[in-house]
């Protein structure tokens, strides 16, 4: 099994993520969102499994900075705005076996 975790270094989630899997021996690839952004076909295919709601980083600068109108946005629209601004992607994302994300959620 492999699991790949998107997200960036500094995020506290993030860090807390990374010790439990070291903690539970589990192997991992970190990819750092800042430098390697997924593409807009990876986020598509994740936004198809999980939906956009549960990707989002709501607590983040860049979510605040959209307008009001993000609200009505529809799947395709948040799509595009996750490949503009990684950073509007809630972190960290799970990934296993390259094919769909696992829900980080709660």
């Not at 192997?27 to 994740?46: G, S």
Request: charged share 25%.
């Amino acid at each position: 099994m492999s699991i790949q975790i998107y997200g960036i270094p500094n995020c506290g989630t993030c860090k807390k993520a990374f010790q439990w899997l070291k903690d539970n021996a589990v192997t991992y690839e970190f990819i750092n969102t800042k430098e390697q952004p997924p593409t807009r076909e990876t986020i598509h295919n994740w936004v198809d499994s999980l939906g956009f709601q549960p990707m989002r980083n709501t607590s983040g600068q860049s979510y605040r900075a959209l307008g009001d109108d993000k609200k009505e946005w529809t799947s395709e629209k948040w799509v595009e705005a996750f490949a503009r601004d990684a950073m509007l992607l809630k972190r960290p994302l799970f990934v296993k076996d390259g094919t769909y994300p696992l829900n980080n959620s709660g």
